[in-house]
């Protein structure tokens, strides 16, 4: 994701190399159990089949890695995917949508380190900034633009090759 220009769900040996150990007895790990472990009631060592929630029509370009190395999380595109018993599409992904981000990137951005972690918040913002009048994730995300030289492009041609 941090690499590629374009995310893809990895292989279930990615997966399984820290989930074998990491939240092991997750009801939610059933499927990768069910692939991966032949100890697993109901093995069948078949790939997961995995169901794409979201895409882009033909003529997006869209590079995944440009938003993650500058501090937009995940949950900025895809919203609380932790918290989903089944991921569904919770931003639009319009044109309109994509533009409003980049108009205001500040109110996406985050330090680096902080782009996967799903708890971030305002509570966090103090031990980033030294700068009293930091207070919000918007107030950092002001200074995470100037500091990663953020200047998202509105033309046509930025999303649309």
């Known amino acids: 994701m941090d690499v590629a220009g374009h995310s893809n769900v990895p292989t279930g040996n990615t997966c399984w190399n820290c989930h074998q150990h990491v939240q092991r007895d997750s009801p939610k790990l059933a499927p990768l159990h069910k692939s991966m472990d032949p100890n697993f009631p109901g093995y069948d060592g078949k790939p997961i089949e995995w169901v794409r929630v979201h895409k882009s029509p033909d ?30 599409q919770a931003q639009s992904h ?11 990137p500040e109110k996406h951005l985050r330090p680096l380190e902080e782009v996967y972690n799903f708890e971030y918040g305002d509570d966090d913002v103090a031990k980033y900034s030294k ?13 995470l633009k100037e500091q ?14």
Request: net charge neutral; aromatic share 8%.
């Open 94 to 104: 319009s044109m309109g949508w994509c533009l409003e981000c980049h108009r205001a």
């Open 131 to 143: 700068d009293k009048g930091v207070k919000t994730t918007e107030d950092l995300g002001l200074k």
């Open 148 to 161: 990663f030289q953020v200047n998202p492009k509105e033309s046509c041609a930025t999303c649309h090759h």
């Open 59 to 88: 003529y997006v370009y869209f590079n995944h890695s440009a938003h993650v190395n500058r501090g937009i999380s995940c949950q900025s595109c895809h919203g609380d995917v932790h918290k989903m018993d089944v991921v569904w």
